[in-house]
């Protein structure tokens, strides 16, 4: 699961993309709107993440509208070498189902690399 992900989310009526970098057990990304951190693990095909996503703030939005507290997300699901797709929802939420799609971003110099 090392590397660099493309992710595609929803959380009810809302979805959203991004980007995500995973190595050694933790991962860092966001989208437009959030800064996700957390933690995964993988074990065969199956995968667990616990993830912490906060809204992206500006200074100066920070004096002018209140956001969302930050959301601790548990999911799992399956993933290949090249895609993952993870089921779950945040922490006292059972009723905000959050789906996600990760599909591994490829650089020309790993391809490079596998090709040799």
């Not at 090392?2 to 980007?19: D, F, K, N, Q, V």
């Not at 996503?53 to 004096?63: M, N, S």
């Not at 990760?102 to 040799?116: D, K, V």
Request: with cysteine; hydrophobic share 30%; proline share 5%.
């Amino acid at each position: 699961m090392e590397g660099y992900w493309l992710t595609h989310y929803r959380a009810g009526p809302s979805h959203g993309e991004g980007i995500m970098m995973m190595h050694n057990g933790e991962l860092l990304g966001g989208d437009l709107e959030h800064v996700w951190r957390g933690t995964y693990e993988q074990e065969g095909s199956r995968l667990y993440v616990r993830i912490r996503i906060v809204p992206f703030v500006t200074r100066d939005e920070e004096e002018l509208m209140a956001r969302d507290r930050p959301l601790l997300l548990s999911l799992e699901g399956t993933c290949t070498e090249d895609d993952a797709r993870l089921e779950g929802h945040p922490d006292e939420r059972e009723d905000l189902p959050f789906h996600v799609e990760l599909r591994r971003c490829r650089s020309p110099h790993r391809e490079e690399r596998t090709a040799a």
